[in-house]
């Protein structure tokens, strides 16, 4: 079965998208996402704040 990709709650913070999740076990994660051309900074959360505070804090190296 293929994963499904349906992401909501998605709220940006600079050039950070973060958005809420379901795995493929079922929990939910919150993904946080550079949208910076040729960046490629990614990380899943189990918790919001966690992911919020690791786009307040992500600096990108391409400029």
């Keep these: 079965m293929p994963a499904r990709d349906h ?4 709220m940006r913070i600079g050039p950070v998208q973060i ?4 795995d493929r076990h079922g929990r939910t994660q919150h993904a946080a996402v550079c949208t910076a051309d040729r960046c490629g900074w990614s990380s899943d959360f189990s918790s919001r704040s966690a992911a919020q505070l690791a786009a307040r804090t992500h ?3 391409v400029r």
Excluded: D, E, M, P
């Design 19 to 22: 958005a809420t999740h379901r």
């Design 59 to 61: 600096r990108c190296k």
């Design 7 to 10: 992401f909501h709650s998605v």
